[in-house]
Each structure stands twice: as structure tokens, then as C-alpha cells.
């Protein structure tokens, strides 16, 4: 049983451009939110996706877009990078029909280097 | 930003050691409380959750402690493993709601 990926693992852009990070959730699971995660913090809520519809928003300017596919994958797009905006993404998938559908499950994140 | 506060950045303790990792929220409103482990490299992982309406809930080697009155949640972990050091995170959410707030963790490092 497949947890959650991501891809790439690592990505390098200079600043302006753009970028798309890619997330399929763990089997069953049908909600994906994403966070981004700074050096020596904790994951900061960027948005979840359910029913390819945004739900809820975090702290992020509309630089940061998302979206979410009918086979429950998920693309976060960061436009005009900034090099604060270097960081760990990372993706969480849950399942609403669970009975436990509280509880994250994460995926191993994409580093990513504004330079 | 949101964060759930935690008291101490860092934590070291002798393998074998019995371990507190302690915490504070803010938001009244959450009613559903969890705590992440993260490793070098990985993304958080599921530990042990609370809700509201427990003050202990119990798994294999972690207890998690909810003090509602003070706003204060701790993570106990029994005989220290080497294995157990990592980032530890606790989160809290108002249950069926969508975002999940973390803090913004401590370091367990555990002596051999």
C-alpha cells in the first residue's frame, strides 16, 4: 500500500520563476492539504483540497494556487517565487470517510531553493 | 504566525530515560489534539491523538496528557530509544474542521 509521494524531491529556481509540485495521496484517501515548512519550524497550512475544490486557506498570498485531480492527486503552482518562499513542501492526505479521517499522513516533501 | 507554543526548543535525555515533551495551545476552540514525529529527511508521522473530551490517552510507550484548564498538552515517552530521536510536533484542530495547526516543535536527542 502506497503512502504519500511527492515530486520532486528536491528543486532549485531562481527567483520569479515559477513552479509546480506534484502530491498523490496514499490509497483510500480522498482529501490533500499541503503545508510549507521553514527551517527549524513547524508546517505552516497553506490549503486543503477535497472534491478538486479548494476548502480552506491558510496565511498565503494567491501566489501560491492549487489544484486537485479526480483521481485525488494534487498540484501546488507557486508563481513570482520569492526566496522566502524557500522551504519543505509538504503534503498530507486524509480520508473523510474515516473514521480517523483527523489524522495526516505525510508525505516525505519537496525541498525547494529560491536562488 | 499560528503556532501551537511549545516550552523547550530542545530535549536530551539518556537512553533508557523516561521522556516529557511539553505544550501549549492557544485557540480554546480546538478540540482535537495530536502529536507528529519527524525525522531527519521525512515528513511528520502520526504518534498519539486526544480529544477533548480524555485528559489521558495511553498508546505503546507514548501517553499524551490534555490539561484544558491551562491550555496544556505533553507527550510522555517511556524508556527512551535511540530510534526516538527526532522533531517532535504538536498539533491541534477543531475536530471536522480542515486545518490542522502545528507548533513549532522539539528536538529529542537521546544519549546512548
Known amino acids: 500500500d502506497a503512502g504519500v509521494t511527492q515530486s520532486p524531491t528536491h528543486l532549485i529556481k531562481t527567483r520569479g520563476q515559477q513552479v509546480t509540485l506534484r502530491c498523490s495521496p496514499k490509497?483510500?484517501?480522498?482529501?490533500v492539504s499541503w503545508y510549507q515548512q521553514a527551517l527549524g519550524q513547524g508546517p505552516q497550512f497553506i490549503f486543503q483540497y477535497y472534491e478538486e475544490e479548494e476548502r480552506q486557506r491558510g496565511n498565503f498570498p494567491d501566489r501560491f494556487s492549487g489544484h486537485q485531480f479526480p483521481n485525488y492527486s494534487s498540484e501546488l503552482n507557486v508563481n513570482a517565487l520569492l526566496l522566502g518562499d524557500s522551504a519543505l513542501y509538504l503534503c498530507a492526505s486524509s480520508s473523510r470517510l474515516s473514521s480517523s479521517n483527523e489524522k495526516l499522513f505525510f508525505g516525505s516533501g519537496t525541498q525547494l531553493s529560491v536562488l | 504566525g499560528e503556532n501551537v507554543g511549545l516550552h523547550l526548543p530542545t530535549l536530551s535525555v539518556q537512553e533508557g530515560d523516561n521522556s516529557i515533551i511539553n505544550c501549549a495551545y492557544s485557540?480554546?476552540?480546538?478540540?482535537?489534539f495530536i502529536w507528529y514525529k519527524q525525522e531527519s529527511g521525512k515528513g511528520p508521522q502520526f504518534i498519539i491523538d486526544?480529544?477533548?473530551?480524555?485528559d489521558k490517552r495511553q498508546g505503546q510507550r507514548v501517553t499524551v496528557l490534555l490539561n484544558k484548564t491551562v491550555k496544556h498538552l505533553s507527550l510522555q515517552i517511556a524508556a527512551t530509544q535511540p530510534g526516538d530521536s527526532a522533531v517532535y510536533f504538536c498539533?491541534?484542530?477543531?475536530?471536522?474542521?480542515?486545518?490542522?495547526?502545528f507548533g513549532a516543535g522539539t528536538r529529542l536527542f537521546v544519549k546512548a
Open positions: 486526544i480529544r477533548s473530551n480524555m
Open positions: 498539533a491541534e484542530k477543531i475536530e471536522r474542521g480542515f486545518k490542522t495547526i
Open positions: 485557540n480554546s476552540a480546538s478540540d482535537y
Open positions: 490509497s483510500g484517501h480522498d482529501t
